[in-house]
């Protein structure tokens, strides 16, 4: 196929359906909307595309109300399709996010449609240089990549606008193709191809007088005539027009038997000397005598690293230095990055593609004097030997000059902290031969043609080199680990390695180690970076004193937060302003390389870059005013907390009872709830844990604890069970210390059911117990059902049932007082387990059913899957094996859809259990198997040991005597470590076992 390569790497093709390969294996693209997406990113060739530019592309004036959420979606399953190797959380290298878009990074003729454009050029330049018959199989060569209809497949304006271009370019092509046939004498063999031509474009007249010159020539006059009849006849019909100048001209040359349409003569080859009687060809004048400059700064002795975007920039430079237009490579990043250092060590390797030269301006951008375009054109001229006096005074005159004195030259130009397009534009070469590279902090995304390169900080082992390459490799190899953590404290940013580097090789008596205590206090770590006139806060102060008034504030207030990245509506809140106001001042801050934006919509800093707009912070803000911001960040957090609660437990009490100050998010789903929830936690426990070591007050301590009880949802996903645990205890300490029963009361109850979830059942009870206490002295609504409900549950566990019981009668008067039947739902299912331990099937089947019942009627998709998943196991214990697996899939289905992992073990688990009571081992095993998985994916040992419990019982059914055991026993470990009631259980069975086993042997 045209559009496979053999060769190693990704190839993608649009001249046909949109398809993509890697190392010859053909690549799932997905859905007809997501193969369009990637069609258009194809074919902007790396330039940004921007999300309101992809949904008018996609969808047009029919797009959904969620069409920017779809588009993220399609856009994150491109990423894992096109790069599935890549880690978690880290940036991608093909599909990335520049600015407010999204761009697709290609390696060199990636793409058919780039591939069949420069056999084009190529042929199109040997026509030129009288070869025709070379131009002819180069563009019969390039038309074979087409594969029928382009862009077949993808949807949308754009994809039709753009199907409708590239079939245009492709007849265009074979037209030109007919006419060097025709030229080369090749009419006969070109009238079948014309033929099927004109019937499929019977209304384009080049290809109408193409076949009427074949016929023609081939001695077939009257049916040339006859083309043209039929012609004339199609395009009144069709169009009400009669031919064209060319198509009328022609026939009439033919009535006349022209004996200029005769084929023409074969080509005669062409002497080294020019015959006696023929004159000489008229030589060219001589181009003028330009000095040859090489104005390079000195290349870095000890540059490391950078391999990948060094090879990369040489290669855009080298393959179209001789294509039509000027290369521009304009590198971006954060001040102490290295674009300098990397833009003159790729110019100097780039010398043998120049040979005409090398012109280099520090256009300082971020200093108080910028170098006008006008200086900058006025060194250029007078390097390239024009004298100063007749050197023109005005922008346009000298920009004129200048790309005159580079027309077929071949000259490399390096603009050196340039500050924005505007000031790069006029000094940019005009001709092919030349090429640019730009550095600036500045995106240049608005530069023409420029080809953009986000340069990101180094990664470990290449900052761990160029620090030993200062220091010395001696003293490094000597403390490798110690070396690792001081580049890691920098930040991986070159000239922060640098400094450090050089502070260690002029002390001799220092250690490596000696640098860590040195760094690890975030107030001193900018101190501690600086060396004679090299400073990394200095390097940062540059850009940051460039900033407008807004600019700044918002670069110091989101200094602020302490999670790993901010999303919009946060930023939003902390700057007391609009989504799209805070949106467009972020961005304006990304185009200055000052934030990151890591995925479309989200923000984070450098974390030294951080570290200076706390300081600057500091300085700045009143104490009060940056008070006041985290209180906005807490409640943004805290209303969109509450949304997500509100949905994923439908009548529950708490969402009514939380204290919120400020307007959040809103969500549709709980798919969606949980998703959010999932993707900010960091950036919540961040909040929780900021609130509560920053010597709060009550006021301000509770909406922290509020939201811990209002991120419930993702506590059952699994995904921070961990930061759940530390988060509540860092409030309950605050709390206790500050005599806040409020939140302590709160962080009790969350704590309560982590220590649950991890089997501390002793421990949890006890919270619970304080939990309950403070509710009834404090006349607090916001938890009292739920830990009544959560107390049955731990006692339940504990095997006291009859005191559950009483426990679970006291929260379904509680709800049913306050007029809660989702509350009243709950308690009938979870209470159903403590019946059936008590011997009461019936009861326990009517309490389930009753709870299921409850759900159902009130339309709550979460309880209604809570409640199926308790009459399961009540279904199963009873023997009704069938309904039982009913329930427990639909509930499955639920609760994987809403990424509530904890509740996808523990059905797994039921499941399992359930096909083991059936005898249907091989699924058992299957349910078991991904029980445990999910567990350990998770952190669960409770709930990995109950996988293995029950996978060593179906792999005993299965006859695996050996495995099961080893299951059994990790499983009596586990339960015993976490001092559970079932270790006792399981030791009964593995004794049986071993009884079993001694009467075999015996």
């Known amino acids: 196929m045209a559009g496979q390569s053999v060769e190693s790497g990704l190839r993608f ?34 330039r940004a595309v921007t999300p309101a530019e992809m949904i008018d592309a996609v969808w047009g004036e029919e797009a959904p109300p969620r069409a920017l959420g779809a588009l993220r979606t399609y856009v994150s399953r491109l990423r894992t399709v096109l790069e599935p190797d890549r880690p978690a959380r880290s940036r991608p290298e093909l599909l990335t996010s520049i600015g407010r878009g999204y761009a697709l990074r290609l390696p060199q003729d990636a793409l058919d449609l ?104 081939c001695g077939r006059q009257g049916d040339a005539l006859n083309v043209f009849t039929e012609t004339r006849e199609a395009l009144i019909d069709e169009l009400g027009i009669e031919p064209g100048s060319e198509l009328t001209t022609l026939h009439q040359r033919i009535l006349a038997a ?71 490579v304009a590198l971006c990043g954060i001040g102490g990055v290295g674009k300098t250092a990397l833009a003159v060590h790729v110019a100097h390797a780039a010398d043998d593609l120049f040979p005409d030269g090398q012109l280099y301006a520090d256009l300082r951008g971020y200093a108080d004097e910028v170098t006008a375009p006008e200086s900058a054109l006025g060194g250029f001229l007078r390097a390239l030997g024009i004298p100063p006096d007749v050197i023109p005074d ?45 550095t600036s902090r500045a995106k240049l995304a608005d530069l023409p043609a420029a080809r953009l390169i986000d340069l990101d900080v180094m990664e470990p082992d290449e900052a761990l080199s160029l620090f030993a390459s200062v220091a010395g490799p001696e003293r490094v190899a000597a403390e490798r680990s110690a070396a690792m953590d001081v580049v890691a404290a920098c930040g991986f940013l070159p000239l922060a390695v640098r400094i450090l580097a050089a502070r260690l090789a002029a002390r001799p008596s220092w250690t490596v180690a000696s640098l860590a205590p040195r760094l690890a206090d975030e107030q001193r770590r900018l101190d501690e970076l600086r060396v004679g006139n090299l400073a990394v806060e200095a390097t940062f102060a540059l850009g940051y004193g460039q900033l407008e008034p807004a ?18 509506g946060a930023a939003a809140a902390v700057l007391a302003m609009s989504a799209l106001e805070a949106e467009e001042l972020l961005e304006s801050l990304v185009d200055m390389s000052l934030l990151e934006a890591t995925a479309p919509g989200r923000y984070r800093f450098h974390g030294l870059l951080r570290l200076f707009a706390r300081r600057t912070l500091d300085r700045t803000e009143r104490p009060e005013d940056k008070t006041l911001a985290l209180r906005r960040l807490l409640g943004f957090y805290l209303s969109s907390s509450q949304s997500a609660h509100r949905l994923a437990y439908e009548g529950s009490m708490i969402p009514d009872n939380l204290v919120v100050v ?31 070591t920053a010597s709060p007050t009550g006021e301000q301590l509770l909406p922290a604890a509020d939201m811990l009880v209002a991120m419930e949802p993702l506590l059952e996903a699994g995904t921070h069970t961990r930061e759940f645990d530390h988060g509540t205890r860092a409030v309950l300490a605050a709390a206790l210390s500050l005599g806040d029963e409020a939140s302590e009361l709160r962080s009790r109850y969350v704590l309560g059911r982590v220590l649950f979830a991890s089997n501390r059942l002793a421990e949890s009870e006890t919270h619970f117990r304080r939990v309950y206490e403070l509710s009834e002295s404090r ?64 009861d326990a089947i009517a309490a389930a059913e009753k709870g299921l019942a409850i759900f159902t009627e009130i339309g709550s998709g979460a309880g209604t899957a809570r409640a199926r998943y308790h009459l399961g196991i009540v279904l199963s214990r009873v023997g009704r094996l069938t309904e039982a697996v009913h329930h427990h899939a639909e509930c499955l289905a639920f609760f994987r859809s809403s990424k509530q992992r904890v509740w996808e073990q523990r059905v797994c688990s039921r499941l ?91």
């Not at 190392?23 to 790396?46: F, H, K, V, Y």
């Not at 390096?414 to 070469?429: E, F, I, K």
């Open 13 to 46: 093709a649009v001249l046909g359906p949109v398809r993509a390969w890697r190392e010859g294996q053909e690549l799932d693209l997905g859905t007809p909307l997501q193969r369009s997406i990637l069609g258009m990113l194809l074919l902007r060739e790396g």
């Open 114 to 217: 780039t591939r069949f454009e420069r056999v084009i050029a190529e042929a199109e330049a040997a026509r030129k240089s009288g070869r025709p018959a070379d131009a002819a199989e180069g563009m019969r060569a390039a038309l074979t990549l087409f594969e029928g209809e382009p862009l077949a497949g993808a949807v949308g304006p754009y994809a039709e606008h753009q199907r409708d271009r590239l079939a245009e370019r492709r007849v265009s092509v074979i037209e030109t193709l007919m006419d060097l046939d025709l030229e080369l004498g090749e009419h006969a063999a070109v009238v079948s191809e014309l033929i099927a031509l004109t019937a499929e474009h019977p209304l384009r007249e080049r290809l109408r007088a193409q076949l009427m010159l074949a016929y023609y020539r």
């Open 258 to 328: 022209d004996p200029a349409l005769a084929p023409p003569a074969p080509v005669p080859a062409v002497s080294a000397e020019p015959a006696a009687d023929e004159p000489e060809a008229e030589e060219e004048p001589p181009a003028l005598e330009l000095p040859r400059p090489a104005q390079l700064p000195a290349a870095v002795n000890d540059f490391t690293g950078r391999r990948e975007v060094a090879v990369r920039i040489r290669t855009l430079l080298a393959s179209q230095s001789s294509a039509e237009g000027v290369p521009v």
């Open 394 to 438: 005005g922008l346009a005159e000298r920009s004129a000059l200048y790309r005159s004195l580079l027309a077929r030259r071949r000259i490399l130009v390096l603009l050196d902290n340039a500050r924005d397009a505007d000031q790069v534009s006029p000094l940019l070469p005009g001709s092919p031969g030349c090429a640019t590279i730009v």
């Open 551 to 568: 600019q700044a504030r918002a670069f110091r207030l989101l200094s602020l937060p302490k999670g790993p990245d901010i999303s919009i």
């Open 662 to 692: 400020g307007a959040g998010l809103t969500f549709t789903s709980v798919d969606e709830a949980v998703a959010w929830l999932i993707s900010e936690g960091d950036s919540l426990f961040a909040a929780i844990n900021q609130a509560a």
């Open 779 to 842: 006349r607090e609504k916001i938890v009292t059902g739920e830990v009544l409900n959560a107390l049955a549950v731990v006692v339940g566990r504990q095997r006291r049932h009859t005191e559950a019981l009483a426990l679970f009668d006291a929260a379904s008067r509680y709800y049913r007082e306050n007029g809660v039947p989702a509350g009243e739902a709950l308690v009938l299912s979870y209470s159903a387990r403590d019946h059936l331990g008590l011997g009461h099937a019936e």
């Open 912 to 1002: 399992a259990e359930t096909f083991i009571a059936a005898t249907r081992y091989p699924d058992a095993v299957r349910h078991a198997e991904q029980a445990l998985v999910v567990s350990r994916e998770i952190g669960h040992p409770y709930g990995e040991a109950l996988s293995l419990a029950v996978l060593g019982r179906a792999l005993r059914g299965l006859g695996s005597a050996a495995r099961s055991l080893d299951c059994l026993r990790q499983a009596f470990d586990i339960f015993t470590r976490l001092g559970a009631p079932e270790a006792g259980d399981l030791k009964l069975l593995l004794d049986g076992f071993a009884v079993e086993e001694s009467v075999v042997e015996s």
